[in-house]
C-alpha cells in the first residue's frame, strides 16, 4: 500500500530564504507525482507534474525533482515571499491505480 | 486557469438533512472526484467517476452517493446529514494521459 510522508510538518522562514519541501513514497511504481499549494479554507492549485520518467520540473520559482528509485521528491523555492505562506501537498499517481495519494503537506510561513 | 465550480462555498444544516453539493466543470474532462478534508489532515478519495454513467467509491467510507448524469456535472448527496459529515469536501477533474488535477474551492460543511 502505497503511503506518502512530507517533512517537515512545518515551517517558518524569513523572507528571501531558499528552502527545500521533501515528499517520500514507499512504492516507486508511480505513474507521476504532483505538487500542490493549498491556501487555508480553500481548494489546491496544481504546482507542478513530474511523470515517471522525468527528473525535474521548473516553474517560476519553483523546481520540483523525482528521484523514483530512492522513493523521494523535493520541492525548491528560491527566494521566498510571504505571498508563499500556505501549505503544501504531494501527491503519487501510481502505475496501476486510479487515484492519487496524499501526503499529509508542509505548513509553511515565510515571514516579512 | 480551471474551470471547475463547487457550490455552495460554506453549508450550516441540522441533523437529519438531505444535502447536496454541486461540482461542475466546463473543460470537458472525463475524470471527475471528490475528496473529503478534515483540518491540517490528509485528502481522502470518498468517490470517483471515469466518465457518464461511472460512479465508484473511493478508499474512505463514506454514506455520501454521487451521480454522473452529464460530462460537466458530479453532484454528492448527503440523504441524512450527520455531525461526523462536518468536513471540507474538495471536487477534481482530471485530464488526458497527464492525470493534472484541477480542484475547485472546496465545501466546508458544518453539521450541528
Known amino acids: 500500500k502505497q503511503e506518502v510522508t512530507q517533512i517537515p510538518a512545518a515551517l517558518s522562514v524569513p523572507e528571501g530564504e531558499n528552502l527545500v519541501l521533501n515528499c517520500s513514497f514507499t512504492?516507486?511504481?508511480?505513474?507521476?507525482l504532483q505538487w500542490f499549494r493549498q491556501d487555508p479554507g480553500k481548494g489546491l492549485t496544481s504546482l507542478l507534474l513530474?511523470?515517471?520518467?522525468?527528473r525535474e520540473q521548473t516553474s517560476g520559482r519553483l523546481n520540483a525533482s523525482l528521484d523514483k528509485s530512492s522513493g523521494r521528491s523535493t520541492l525548491y523555492i528560491a527566494a521566498s515571499q510571504p505571498g508563499d505562506s500556505a501549505t503544501y501537498l504531494c501527491?503519487?499517481?501510481?502505475?496501476?491505480?486510479?487515484?492519487?495519494?496524499f501526503g499529509s503537506g508542509t505548513r509553511l510561513l515565510v515571514r516579512p | 486557469e480551471a474551470d471547475i465550480y463547487q457550490t455552495p462555498r460554506y453549508l450550516v444544516i441540522g441533523t437529519g438533512k438531505k444535502i447536496t453539493l454541486e461540482c461542475s466543470q466546463t473543460?470537458?474532462?472525463?475524470?471527475m472526484y471528490w475528496y473529503q478534508q478534515d483540518p491540517g489532515m490528509e485528502l481522502h478519495l470518498i468517490h470517483y467517476?471515469?466518465?457518464?454513467?461511472?460512479?465508484e467509491k473511493g478508499d474512505l467510507s463514506s454514506e455520501s452517493t454521487v451521480s454522473r448524469i452529464r460530462t460537466e456535472h458530479f453532484p454528492l448527496t448527503l440523504e441524512s446529514a450527520r455531525p461526523s459529515h462536518t468536513s471540507q469536501y474538495l471536487c477534481?477533474?482530471?485530464?488526458?494521459?497527464?492525470?493534472?488535477?484541477?480542484f475547485g474551492s472546496g465545501t466546508q460543511l458544518s453539521v450541528l
Open positions: 501527491a503519487v499517481l501510481g502505475d496501476s491505480s486510479y487515484k492519487l495519494i
Open positions: 467517476s471515469y466518465g457518464v454513467n461511472s460512479t
Open positions: 512504492d516507486s511504481a508511480i505513474y507521476n
Open positions: 513530474i511523470q515517471s520518467s522525468q
Open positions: 477534481a477533474s482530471s485530464v488526458g494521459h497527464t492525470e493534472k488535477l484541477f
Open positions: 473543460m470537458g474532462h472525463d475524470k
